[in-house]
């Protein structure tokens, strides 16, 4: 069992920045792939970024470049750093861990933890 603790989330203005932060706990973190998503009121749940057990990164095409996966094993922390954000990047962002075993990265459904979720707003 992963328990995932997200915090970070706020409003902004647009062209603003943000950090998440999501806080592992339970079974070793490090054997987990990790990930970022986010969830539009009426819209699905899809996939921000994701970060390998190795440190490989993986992004959503249309936010490559603004926003930046990373995380710190000794803190069992994940990290989203969001730049120049935009009214469209608001949402609801979650962490989530996989089992190993990953096919697609960016899929919700390829994860089994789920954190609950932190509010990103960004205003004109």
């Known amino acids: 069992q992963v328990q995932l603790v997200e915090s970070g989330g706020g409003s902004v203005q647009a062209g603003g920045s943000l950090r998440l932060s999501c806080v592992a706990s339970?079974?070793?973190?490090?054997?987990?792939?990790m990930a970022w998503f986010r969830q539009a009121p009426g819209k699905e749940r899809e996939g921000v970024a994701h970060?390998?057990?190795?440190?490989?990164?993986t992004y959503a095409n249309s936010l490559k470049g603004r926003f930046t996966i990373y995380k710190d094993n000794r803190k069992n922390t994940l990290y989203l750093q969001m730049n120049d954000l935009k009214p469209e990047d608001t949402a609801t962002y979650y962490c989530?861990?996989?089992?190993?075993?990953?096919?697609?990265?960016?899929?919700?459904?390829?994860?089994?933890?789920w954190g609950q979720g932190t509010q990103v707003t960004v205003s004109s």
């Open positions: 339970g079974d070793s973190y490090t054997r987990d792939s």
């Open positions: 970060i390998g057990v190795d440190g490989t990164t």
């Open positions: 989530a861990a996989a089992l190993p075993g990953l096919v697609f990265k960016l899929s919700p459904t390829e994860y089994n933890y």
